[in-house]
């Protein structure tokens, strides 16, 4: 990769979360923001039909319909099947094939300003090393796939870019600060690129604080699949913090307290989801490691 | 009204406010929680369709279905309408009539611990007057209607009870604190109306602080009804606080401030309620004043 020609902002992939569908409409009618001179911007509302109705999804979540051979098979025809069809289309068939995806989501969960790689090219952990650097508020989180089939994001499109998942915000509505805090983080990556098509990136740190996935964590189930218990209040909104066996993760409904079971320290995430309820997951587990980059 | 024979607690009339509906849960489980030797208390989960797709309603929103003129309407057949009619059957038409109604909501406002009175029943302020003076959380709101005719509500089904609305809190998701803080709300409404039906209320201050309901403020917003601004970082989650003439209100999203016009001081509450971006409320403007009860 010598130069990146165009980029992509994608945002209301999820139509309920605010904030990247509304930054995608103000950089629809302020262009010149997201313009750098070396590359093109292209900005995109990747699920309007949900967006209008104010929920996540239509028919089947967005962001879980890009598994390539889901996008090659004719008889997927949902709502959301076919737009990520046409999505990979506009961002990647045609003649200009965007070099860098940039996904704008947001989360119920306490988790800052999170940076979500989908692998470990040297270019996106540079530009999250730099982010986080210059912004306390930046955590990196690193979901990886054994291979690119399969990742079912829309950042599977591009090796170049990630997710920016912002929280704690209630579906459905926007919060000024996190919208501020938001747009300038897309500010700082366009910049980012720019001084990298001009051959000057930034210096940083050689090393880096990565948040890997572990498992994921689902409530505490009757056998007829009904939720007995919640995050304990301990736990709430204490994402990236350590998790140690023995420490309260669920209160029952009948005030029991329920504890991490397992053998070592972990870094839970997207703790109380609003989402992830009907995914079966509470929390995703990491391990926080640094590395180098 | 001499004696209360039956109360009905009502949860889940929103299915998107999981606190209420899982209360309700609860207490099917556990009725002995909310049962009292001098009278019956049924528990009823308002929406159960509504509740299981994890959306406020699915048709039409259920609190607002409750107009007489519309439950004596037999042209009125969506989802919701016929659920409402469903539950005056329930609460009221058969023979075991509730002489109470506690309706559980929650909001993505910073309401804490919120009694919405739908009138002025003395036994209603006296009430509210008492939780409010138990726990320094409680506010009390007053939304009155110029008759029962035009109260929309669940609670327009009898004349003694409110609406709990707790926050913030996302949609879709349970606080373990939230959750523990209404539950003990209740239990505690369910004593006082023990004590009640025993003749020895508990005594309390002889005044009480009321929030009136005055008027709805919008979104900014163009002339195709999109909206161009958010709340302004300055009254996010200043629900109760004095908002003078001259404070900023809205932030637009090319970083304007809009300031209150208003001639004279207001309380906002509801400050960026997700549910009421469809119903073209920002926030509802109330007077504080104190009442003698």
Known sequence: MNQINRVAIVGGTHGNEFTGAYLIQKFAQFPHLITRPSFETVSLLANPKAFAARRRYVEKDLNRCFLKQDLADATRNSYEELQAKSIQNTLISNGDKADFILDLHSTTANMGLTIILVNSHPL??????????????????????????????????????????????????????????????????????????????????????????????????????????????????????????????????????????????????????????????????????????
Not at 145 to 158: D, I
Not at 266 to 280: D, S
């Open 124 to 293: 996106n952990l540079k530009l999250a090393a730099y982010l986080s650097q210059i912004n306390p508020l930046v955590r990196v989180y690193r979901c990886s796939f054994k291979s690119v089939e399969e990742n079912p994001f829309v950042n599977s499109l591009c090796e170049l870019g990630f997710m920016i998942e912002v929280g704690p915000i209630a579906q459905s509505l926007l919060k000024a600060t996190l919208f501020q805090q938001t747009e300038e983080l897309v500010h700082t990556v366009m910049d980012y690129l720019e001084q990298f098509n001009q051959g000057e990136i930034p210096s940083t740190k050689e090393t880096l604080i990565l948040y890997d996935h572990l498992s994921d964590v689902d409530y505490p189930k009757k056998q007829d699949g009904t939720i007995f218990g919640m995050i304990h209040p301990e736990l709430q909104d204490k994402d990236y913090q350590a998790l140690n066996p023995g420490d309260p993760i669920f209160l029952t409904f009948d005030d029991q307290t329920i504890v991490y079971q397992g053998t070592s320290t972990v870094w839970p995430i997207f703790i109380n989801e609003a989402a992830y309820y009907e995914k079966g997951i509470a929390m995703c587990l990491t391990q926080r490691q640094q590395i180098n980059i």
